[in-house]
């Protein structure tokens, strides 16, 4: 009787840090996110309980505007690090040689070695008018005049993929490596070619981990603030940075918590949609990969 | 037994750490980057053996942010520029009143402290002293843009592509003075400082295409200015002091319709738990050996009786090659900030960033 | 050589080295069409590669592969008209069984309605007529098997390898399915080649077995041939269970002889087929259990014809397994003999008695020893 109560006790125990973890730091302050998006500011230090934010962001159309433009740039992300990353990621589980194999994971892990800043400032190095590539081109005369690659979207879309790209390939890795040999074998010595192989055994079986790979990506650019800041360019609106300008420039965190929330809701959305069309569910790939 | 033993050796442990903290006090100043240069701290510390600095970085909308999260907790000084504290008090009662008593007001110009007080006068207290004052304006590089002289310059066609500027309202205030508008005096009409912003706006949008990109801190627009990716830019004056020692061609250009001029202050947090100390930093900092050392590293002048003269070598050479006295009587000192209208600059910035201009 | 087309698959000097090593060397042989051919052999012995050549995974460091007299070496795995059953079968988890079926189909551009008869009919003569709609985890794995042979029969393949397929099987399923294939190629009248290192499952099926060791084939044949005219003492040890001594001749007509052992016993023996020992070669011997005769010491209603070989010793345990009980006899010189008896239950040999062990000499099967073997 004594042993089970210790036994309980050491369970709870084990779990307290996980509950308390997920009460304090997770519930609790989107709780108080939710009370505060519902705060209106009718005067200095006297709110009132109401809609009044979010009514403001759809009728405000930049606000609107700017979530749909990080959405679908999040979106785009999240596809050419899935183009990218799927042959990277089939290299190293299939391809390369054991031993090989824990460098190249290596070299994926160097660019998160580093900070957010350190990176973007890495790619200003690169793409700026007077920096490294146009300054190559130029002197191998392939460009007459220096070339501005920074302040546009693309160069956001680039500094992004570079920073989420690791997060695409370790789930694909994990899933393409519980994948048997001999199953990819078996497609070709039925009659398949390359593509078929492709499109009918690999990536059906690797789709758990493209789900799951895509979900990360997806969340993590479209909640990323440095990159898009740094590299964006004069119309390169993000809308983390709407939500900071809310909190910290503008002092209105009534609006900034509804901002986030809409933010949240939002990616949730994309990724459900995503879920349903890919048929996956939720436990089968995150939880699997 | 054992456990009793540990209980009552941990219990002494807490207690010696309390007495150890009850001696020594501690300043935790909330300032800019650079208002509390190692050197000063380090001497600050060994005249006051018993005081410990920590300083913690940041800039006058996250100073607000940060006061605010915590009623005006967690920090003992602050250092917010004039014009942000009399509405951050009224909305969100971070500060407290300052005893004047307590500080040397005698070293300080007058005129700035009359001027802060003014600004930051709350029912009859006085809730800021300054500190150290400089200008937004904008710089140029004088070899290849010798007739850069106003704001709207930036805009100008023959400099397309190689000016930048950062979209906060110092561009706003700027354009608006170079439109012949008074921002200032609209603050007290609200829809007249409404339709001003509507017009800056519709200019700024217009003057996308010159411009190269927006620039958000102090080393990006370095790195653009020095590679003569841009040549001339609105910014801070003691960014352009820096860039002055690294090529004598880019100057600090103060706007023909003005620089706009800012203080920063000493504030006291509304919770803040060493006044004392407080008292002691400011005082401290405001005797003329240690006004050169932080104008040093600031870039910026005290606020001090003669602090002209108190400035470091190289900081007076691009002072000098800045500003002539006609140039500082034709300062624009930023007027307090009414509630409202960082919601409407704000809206206004979100406009210009959200339109499609080049 | 000509070409004939009765061959369903013929190679010819196959050679595949990985770096310094010879995993296949020089392997040459025919298959008839129809028939069940294993190639069986220890683990490591180049089979699986062989049979990955064979699939078109490999390219072939030398040699030529035809199958139905066509070179097929040039020909990508895909193009190959040869299918194979892997050792984990690797059905696809993501289709079900209608799809893993109607897979090599599609690839070939089937219509619908074709594939649709054609799985069909396969699922019927598989006699899984009802388990298109499951998916592959919901099958037994018996069921699975069928439907790994089944996805392969349906593309008609000239010739289906199969590797090993029964390994992940339990005993009693492994033994039923045995038969099952062997019923499955005689349905569906393809030619099977099976990999395997299991003597049973090859002995069991097959029309033909290879013994592959090492690289090389060392005999093709019945399964009665090589169990009973093994050509090299790897065969006779690998194939069937045997006594095994080691020792010189001391006397031979080319044919037969005397050897004696290491441990100084005689022996008379014959020589293998086609084989000729001289005297003052090192030899080893092998006898099969099944025909070591024990009699108990001095039984004197046993016959012992004459030149038989005769031992005597300790019974030392029995292994008691039905039909097929065995005896350990301990020689005097201290070796543990195995023999079958047959247990009645009734005054049967216990352990401690004295025996002598009987056996012909024909059949002690001598092999010159190679190299340091």
Redesign the interface.
Same mark, same amino acid.
């Given at each position: 009787m004594q042993q089970k109560d210790i036994k309980r006790l050491t369970l709870y125990l084990l779990f307290a840090p996980f509950v308390l973890w997920i009460f304090l730091l997770i519930l609790l302050p989107h709780i108080g996110m939710v009370i505060l998006s519902l705060r209106e500011k009718i005067a200095?230090?006297v709110y009132e309980f109401g809609l009044g934010n979010y009514i403001d962001f759809i009728n405000?159309p930049?606000y609107w505007?700017?979530l749909l433009r990080t959405g679908s740039m999040s979106l785009l992300v999240t596809a050419l690090a899935l183009i990218i990353g799927f042959p990277i990621a089939y290299y190293i589980a299939k391809i390369a040689g054991n031993r090989s194999r824990g460098g190249l994971f290596l070299l994926c892990l160097i660019p998160l070695w580093v900070s957010d800043l350190i990176r973007a400032f890495g790619w200003?190095l690169l793409l700026?008018?007077?920096g490294v590539i146009s300054t190559f081109l130029l002197s191998y005369g392939i460009i007459e005049t220096p070339i501005?690659f #920074?302040?546009n979207d693309a160069a956001v879309v680039v500094g992004l993929v570079y920073t989420v790209i690791l997060f695409m390939i370790v789930p694909l890795v994990s899933t393409l490596d519980g994948m048997?040999n001999?199953?990819i074998?078996?497609?070709?010595? #039925?009659?398949?070619?390359s593509f078929?192989v492709m499109r009918?055994?690999i990536i059906?079986?690797a789709?758990p981990g493209i789900v799951s790979g895509c979900i990360v990506v997806f969340m993590l650019t479209a909640g990323s603030y440095l990159t898009p800041? #740094?590299l964006g360019?004069? &119309?390169s609106?993000w809308f983390t940075e709407?939500i900071y300008?809310?909190?910290?420039?503008?002092? &209105?965190?009534e609006s900034g918590a509804a901002f986030g929330f809409l933010l949240l809701a939002f990616t949730s959305i994309v990724i459900w949609l995503g879920l349903k069309l890919s048929g996956q569910t939720l436990a089968n790939t995150v939880a699997k990969s | 037994m054992h456990m009793k033993t540990t209980v009552a050796s941990l219990l002494a442990a807490t207690m010696l750490m309390g007495a150890g903290s009850a001696q020594a006090e501690t300043l935790r100043l909330l300032t800019w980057g650079s208002y509390a240069p190692e050197e000063l701290v380090q001497k600050f510390e060994e005249e006051y053996p018993d005081i410990d600095v920590e300083v913690t970085f940041s800039n006058n909308e996250e100073m607000i942010a940060k006061l605010r999260a915590t009623g005006g907790a967690g920090f003992d000084l602050a250092q917010p520029s004039h014009d942000r504290i009399h509405a951050a008090q009224l909305e969100y009662d971070i500060y407290k009143p300052m005893d004047l008593s307590k500080i040397d007001t005698d070293v300080m110009s007058p005129s700035l402290l009359e001027g802060v007080k003014a600004n930051t006068t709350i029912d009859g207290e006085v809730y800021a002293v300054p500190h150290q004052w400089g200008t937004s304006g904008l710089m140029a590089d004088k070899s290849v843009a010798p007739d850069f002289a106003g704001w709207d310059d930036l805009c100008d066609p023959q400099y397309k592509g190689k000016t930048s500027m950062r979209l906060k309202r110092t561009i706003l205030l700027g354009t608006a003075f170079a439109m012949g508008e008074d921002p200032f005096a609209a603050y007290a009409d609200l829809d007249k400082y409404q339709e001003i912003l509507d017009k800056v706006a519709d200019k700024l949008i217009e003057c996308k295409a010159n411009i190269k990109a927006y620039w958000k801190g102090g080393d990006d627009l370095s790195a653009m200015m020095l590679s003569g990716e841009i040549v001339a830019s609105e910014t801070w004056d003691s960014t352009a002091y820096k860039l002055f020692n690294q090529n004598e061609n880019i100057v600090f250009v103060p706007p023909k319709t003005g620089a706009l001029a800012w203080i920063d202050t000493f504030a006291l947090p509304r919770k803040a738990k060493a006044d004392d100390a407080a008292y002691k930093w400011i005082n401290f900092v405001l005797r003329p050996e240690n006004v050169t050392i932080m104008s040093a590293s600031t870039g910026a002048i005290a606020s001090v009786k003669g602090a002209k003269d108190l400035l470091p070598d190289d900081k007076k050479a691009a002072v000098n090659a800045a500003f002539t006295d006609a140039d500082i009587d034709n300062l624009k000192f930023f007027a307090n900030i009414p509630p409202g209208v960082e919601d409407m600059e704000g809206k206004t910035l979100e406009k210009i960033k959200a339109a499609t201009g080049g | 050589m000509t070409i004939t087309p009765a061959y369903d698959l013929e190679c010819i000097d196959i050679a595949k080295s990985f770096g310094d090593f010879r995993a296949v060397k020089d392997v040459s042989f025919t298959i008839p069409s129809g028939s069940f051919f294993s190639i069986l052999g220890p683990s490591g012995c180049g089979k699986t590669t062989l049979m990955r050549m064979i699939a078109g995974f490999e390219t072939p460091s030398g040699g030529d592969i035809k199958i139905k007299g066509a070179s097929v070496l040039g020909t990508p795995p895909n193009k190959r008209n040869v299918k194979m059953v892997f050792q984990h079968l690797a059905l696809f988890p993501m289709m079900n069984v209608y799809e893993n079926i109607a897979y090599g189909l599609r690839c070939k551009g089937v219509s619908n309605d074709e594939i649709k008869l054609k799985v069909q009919d396969v699922l019927e003569r598989i006699a899984l007529p009802d388990v298109g709609h499951r998916e592959i985890h919901q099958l037994s794995g018996g069921q699975k098997q069928r439907i790994a042979i089944a996805r392969c029969m349906v593309l008609d393949p000239d010739v289906l390898l199969l590797d090993e397929p029964l390994g992940a099987l339990d005993l009693k399923l492994r033994e039923a399915m045995k038969i099952e294939l062997k019923l499955l190629q005689h349905q569906f009248n393809t030619t099977f080649i099976y990999i395997t290192h299991d003597q049973s499952e090859a002995l069991v099926m097959s029309d033909h077995v290879a013994i592959m060791n090492e690289g090389r084939f060392e005999q093709i044949g019945t399964p009665q041939e090589l169990y009973h005219r093994p050509n090299t003492s790897f065969v006779a040890s690998f194939v069937g269970d045997s006594n095994r001594w080691s020792g010189k001749v001391a006397d031979s007509d080319g044919t037969g002889g005397k050897v004696r052992t290491e441990q100084g016993l005689d022996m008379a023996f014959s020589a293998a087929a086609g084989q000729t020992i001289s005297t003052g070669s090192e030899v080893d011997i092998f006898v099969r259990p099944e025909f070591i005769r024990t009699i108990r010491e001095n039984d004197p209603a046993a016959a012992i014809s004459d030149g038989d070989n005769r031992m005597s010793g300790i019974v030392d345990s029995l292994l008691f397994n039905g039909a097929n009980s065995r005896v350990l006899v301990r020689g005097w010189s201290g070796e543990l003999i195995e023999a079958d008896v047959i247990l009645t239950g009734t005054d049967d040999l216990a352990p401690g008695e004295k025996v002598d062990l009987v056996w012909s000499p024909a059949q002690a099967m001598c092999f010159e020893k190679t190299g340091a073997a």
């Open positions: 200095p230090r405000e930049i505007n700017t200003i700026r008018e007077t501005e #920074l302040y048997d001999s199953m074998e078996a497609g070709y010595n #039925l009659g398949g070619n078929t009918r055994i059906p079986y789709m800041i #740094l360019g004069k &119309n609106s709407q300008d809310q909190f910290i420039t503008r002092f &209105n965190w | - | -």
